[in-house]
């Protein structure tokens, strides 16, 4: 699953699609989210909120993003706010009910951070700092690797760095070594999933373009559920 960036629209769209998917189909399905649920679109609590319910047709696996790590680094200290106001923070603040009229400026003061801050935490549900604190940063099955963003080039899969799987660009999307696994993962937003030898970037920038991308894994085929695109069920191309 690509990155859902606040768009719980999109997310009940593709839960729906998932649902017709597996119509008939007993064996055990899976579904890996690739992490950045939160920030840029309008409805991140409520993403969250579907997430921590486990409001989805099969088990889950998430994984953490980068708006994830920023949203973390702001509870632990407000003065990450810089950083994740970059990353489009404040429709996530709005979300839950945050105030976000003081942040208005060109440099918010520490005292106006550390109030933020603390109607944050006031406002989030138990629940949720859970479901943040617990993500992974890696998931692997059969001849995928699944991560946020991608991997280091010349490191063992095994010994990749959380900050890089959660951040990397280049060298990662530019390289044609073979990794031992095929590489999926977001981060990176295209108009259309992007597949190469070594990796499939599934990212398609659902919060401006309403297409949510979710790639379907099965024994040795692959196929594509993406909302908005007038079609019910699979597609055997991106």
Known sequence: MGDVHGRVDLLREL???VADDLTGFSDPVITVFLGDYVDRGPDSRQVLDMLVARDWP????????????????????????AQWQSYGALPTLASYGVDVRKLMTSGPTGEVLTAIHDELLAALPPDHLVFLKDLRDRTAAGDYFFCHAGIRPG??????????????????LSSGETFGRI????????????????RIGIDTG??????????????????WLTTGMGTKGRRSEP
């Open 15 to 17: 839960r729906d699609l």
């Open 58 to 81: 099969t088990p889950i696996m998430a994984l953490r993003g980068n708006h994830e790590l920023a949203f973390m680094s702001f509870l632990d200290e407000p003065a990450m706010w």
């Open 155 to 172: 490191v063992p899969l095994e010994q990749q760095s959380a900050m890089d799987l959660v951040t990397i660009r280049e060298p990662f």
């Open 183 to 198: 590489i999926v993962h977001g981060h990176t937003p295209l108009e259309i999933p992007q597949v190469r030898a070594n």
């Open 206 to 223: 659902a919060y401006a373009t309403g297409h949510l991308t979710a790639l379907v894994l099965e024994e040795d085929t692959r196929a």
